[in-house]
């Protein structure tokens, strides 16, 4: 059985271990303040200004690139005016999934089958895969950028849709369209 001494002795030790402890976080956080302080400084300084530099630079090269998206789009659009729902599940969004020479395969987003697409039948193919070979290093910066300001803007300003996109999918497949006629 404790004493009251042996109570009130306690209570002190109990005391100043809770103080020391509340020392201990105050100084966590004045370092963790600091830390962040620290971070935002260094990125008003450096990696804004750097990072607004590069995008700046590379919307300047690559301009021509940013003109073929918009002309694929024109293209697609066209393209899903004259095509039809999917025959499967009857959804109208399509993604690109592969191009050559002769055909276009494009994959309904909803259901993941695939449907070829002939250029003998569909002649403005040949216009599309010309648009699509200038998008390939778009397509790529986006990608690998998407984290930094150049990747943020290309996102906003693209219509690329890289939620359709999952990982092992070929990059082109960011390219979606709207099917028009029924299915
Ligand atoms: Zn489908």
């Known amino acids: 059985m404790l004493s009251p001494h042996d109570i009130t002795s306690l209570s002190s030790q109990l005391l100043a271990a809770s103080a020391i402890h509340f020392e201990y976080l105050l100084l966590l956080t004045a370092l963790l303040t600091a830390l962040i302080g620290g971070v935002i400084v260094w990125l008003e300084t450096?990696?804004?200004?750097?990072?607004?530099?590069?995008?700046?630079v590379w919307l300047h090269q690559h301009s021509q690139e940013l003109y073929s998206e918009k002309v694929l789009?024109?293209?697609?659009?066209?393209?899903?005016?004259?095509?039809?729902?999917?025959?499967?599940?009857?959804?109208?969004?399509m993604q690109l999934w592969d191009i050559r020479d002769k055909f276009l395969v494009v994959r309904c987003t909803r259901c993941k089958i695939n449907r070829t697409m002939c250029m003998f039948s569909e002649p403005i193919i040949d216009e599309i895969r010309e648009s699509t070979s200038a998008l390939c290093r778009l397509l790529e910066t986006t990608n690998k950028k998407r984290d930094e300001m150049l990747g943020q803007y290309l996102l906003g300003r693209l219509h690329f849709n890289y939620f359709k996109k999952r990982h092992k999918d070929p990059l082109i497949s960011a390219v979606t369209f709207r099917t028009l006629s029924p299915a």
């Open 46 to 56: 450096y990696e804004f200004p750097r990072q607004r530099r590069f995008k700046e």
């Open 73 to 93: 789009m024109g293209l697609l659009e066209k393209l899903g005016r004259d095509s039809s729902c999917c025959s499967h599940c009857g959804h109208d969004e």
